[in-house]
């Protein structure tokens, strides 16, 4: 079967990290099949020889068939399930969008790259490792970073408050435009359309005081 490509969002497996900073990919993920039930195609698959949640999802909005992966790994060990259903179907790195949590970006904010670093993410430098190349898109979404960096830990891996939360439920729908403009016309277009969401966000918040 012909894909367009694979869709990983990162998290951590189990209800102990259900909702938390770091399982942002997790959620979009979800978004996206609650989605794909209502309008779409979803098929699981068997993913237990990947070490991963694995489904083959055909959506209007994402211009054809793609796979959707959720490591059961944990975080650190992400690249030992993404790059395991990569090989198996053939595909390339070029193919795979990665979403993820974002510290560097506040509370709302999307972007959407190609490539670069790992800015300290442990679940992208384990896939990097594993691909051996960065040269993979990212959607990435933002959760906003604690004043003292020995807190990230705790910070990552809590909920977000009010009105916090909403901001990033706002973030999660705003994804699924993000990756259909990506879809249709290519990196510009979904670059564009998630700094676009981004703005979009923070003005609809701005007296929420939504900023950690």
């Known amino acids: 079967m012909e ?19 770091h399982n942002a990919g997790f959620m979009l993920v979800d978004r996206l099949l ?3 039930h209502l309008d779409g195609e979803v098929s699981e698959q068997n993913g237990r020889r990947f070490n991963c949640e694995l489904y083959r999802v055909s959506l209007k909005q994402l211009g054809g068939t793609w796979l959707f992966v ?10 030992e399930a993404v790059q395991p259903v990569l090989a198996w179907h053939k595909l390339a790195a070029k193919d795979l969008v990665v979403v993820h949590d ?12 190609f490539g670069g670093g ?25 959760i906003g970073h604690p004043k003292d960096r020995g807190e990230v830990t705790g910070w990552v891996l809590n909920r ?6 909403s901001m990033c439920a706002d973030a999660i729908e705003a994804c ?15 670059v ?15 007296d929420e005081g939504g900023r950690p």
């Open 3 to 21: 894909y367009r490509g694979v869709l990983a969002g990162l998290g951590n497996p189990g209800p102990k990290y259900a909702g938390t900073r």
């Open 34 to 36: 609650d989605i794909a």
């Open 70 to 79: 959720k490591p059961l790994t944990f975080m650190n060990l992400s690249g």
């Open 102 to 113: 974002e510290l560097d970006l506040p509370p709302g904010s999307l972007r959407f790259k």
């Open 118 to 142: 790992n800015a300290g993410h442990n679940g992208l430098k384990s896939i990097t490792q594993q691909l051996g190349t960065p040269d993979f898109y990212r959607l990435r979404i933002g």
């Open 160 to 165: 977000m408050p009010e009105p916090q939360a």
């Open 176 to 190: 699924v435009d993000v990756l259909s403009a990506f879809a249709r016309k290519g990196l510009e277009s979904a």
């Open 192 to 206: 564009t359309e998630a700094n676009k969401a981004s703005r979009r966000i923070a003005a609809l918040h701005e």
